[in-house]
């Protein structure tokens, strides 16, 4: 009776998740199918869940025009991977192993920081970066994305190094190690977990990322595939079928890289989650 009741609940807890699954899957799925329908065909009512007479031409027009934006999509996503690792894993590892008289207040700007809207942060920042004339570049777009993404990478990867147990630390110090060598050849392999966790987000988050290089890049040979959908909005109207298919071009690196690491990105997170 009690194994009966524990798969009647099981049964419970799929069925919840899989009504939530198909919320979430459905409008993509019905972006999907769009790109291979006419405009008639995707204002249709009901709509079609399989399309009529499907074309590739939407999807063979919406390539063409996307990819050039591709090379400053990844341009701009692994530079701010590069800068956001290169200051976020030395201030983690300090507010993680040092005690020092600022380290509560810089936790709590870290913390504040993440709250804060993009607004409010955009427009202060866009006058800095216009007197530093860092406007129209990579510099520009890569700096203003790792301004919001730095204190994310820091909390995430503060809590994964302090579970590293602070006697290898000892140890290496009493053997003449300084704390570069720590760094270098202790934290960064304990905690590579981590570190490629926060590497996969940090770089799904910047390639995903409208509001800057919206604000930033008015050049548009540099402008990446997020503002280049632009193209299909015009004056008069939008080019639905050739806007979803564009769409679902620009989802696959990071979907993609979401179903290759998505056990990684967990098990990366989890394990920051306890101490020895």
Same mark, same amino acid.
């Given at each position: 009776?009690?194994?009966?009741?524990?798969?009647?609940?099981?049964? $419970?807890?799929?069925?919840?998740?899989?009504?939530?699954?198909?919320?979430?899957?459905?409008?993509?799925?019905?972006?999907?199918?769009?790109?291979?329908?006419?405009?008639?065909?995707?204002?249709?009512?009901?709509?079609?869940?399989?399309? =009529?007479? !499907?074309?590739?031409?939407?999807?063979?027009?919406?390539?063409?025009? =996307?990819? !050039?934006?591709?090379?400053?999509?990844?341009?701009?996503?692994? *530079?701010?991977?590069?800068?956001?690792?290169?200051?976020?894993? =030395?201030?983690?590892?300090?507010?993680?192993?040092?005690?020092?008289?600022?380290?509560?207040?810089?936790?709590?700007?870290?913390?504040?920081?993440?709250?804060?809207?993009?607004?409010?942060?955009?427009?202060?920042?866009?006058?800095?970066?216009?007197?530093? $004339?860092?406007?129209?570049?990579?510099?520009?777009?890569?700096?203003?994305?790792?301004?919001?993404?730095?204190?994310?990478?820091?909390?995430?990867? $503060?809590?994964?190094?302090?579970?590293? !147990?602070? *006697?290898?630390?000892?140890?290496?110090?009493?053997?003449?190690?300084?704390?570069?060598?720590?760094?270098?050849?202790?934290?960064?392999?304990?905690?590579?977990? *981590?570190?490629?966790?926060?590497?996969?987000?940090?770089?799904?988050?910047?390639?995903?990322?409208?509001?800057?290089?919206?604000?930033?890049?008015?050049?548009?040979?540099? #402008?990446?595939?997020?503002?280049?959908?632009?193209?299909?909005?015009?004056?008069?109207?939008? #080019?639905?079928?050739?806007?979803?298919?564009?769409?679902?071009?620009?989802?696959?690196?990071?979907?993609?890289?979401?179903?290759?690491?998505?056990?990684?990105?967990?098990?990366?997170?989890?394990?920051?989650?306890?101490?020895?």
């Amino acid at each position: 009776m009690k194994g009966f009741n524990e798969k009647k609940k099981g049964w $419970r807890w799929t069925l919840l998740v899989s009504i939530f699954v198909v919320v979430i899957i459905l409008p993509l799925y019905m972006i999907a199918i769009g790109g291979f329908e006419t405009i008639e065909d995707i204002f249709h009512k009901p709509p079609y869940l399989f399309p =009529p007479d !499907p074309t590739f031409e939407h999807y063979l027009d919406a390539f063409k025009i =996307p990819m !050039p934006y591709m090379k400053n999509s990844l341009i701009i996503s692994f *530079g701010v991977l590069i800068v956001v690792l290169s200051i976020s894993l =030395p201030a983690a590892f300090s507010l993680a192993k040092f005690n020092f008289l600022a380290k509560k207040t810089i936790n709590f700007l870290f913390a504040l920081v993440q709250m804060l809207p993009y607004a409010a942060v955009i427009i202060p920042l866009f006058l800095i970066f216009t007197k530093l $004339r860092l406007i129209n570049n990579y510099i520009g777009a890569v700096l203003g994305i790792s301004v919001f993404l730095i204190p994310f990478a820091v909390i995430i990867l $503060r809590a994964y190094m302090m579970s590293v !147990p602070t *006697g290898l630390i000892e140890a290496a110090l009493i053997d003449g190690a300084d704390y570069f060598m720590i760094f270098r050849s202790i934290i960064l392999p304990l905690s590579s977990p *981590g570190i490629a966790s926060v590497s996969i987000l940090v770089f799904l988050l910047a390639w995903g990322n409208f509001i800057v290089p919206l604000a930033f890049i008015k050049e548009r040979s540099l #402008q990446p595939v997020s503002i280049g959908l632009y193209t299909f909005v015009g004056q008069y109207g939008v #080019q639905w079928n050739k806007l979803m298919a564009g769409s679902m071009i620009y989802t696959i690196p990071p979907l993609i890289i979401a179903l290759i690491a998505g056990k990684s990105i967990v098990a990366g997170l989890t394990a920051g989650a306890f101490k020895e």
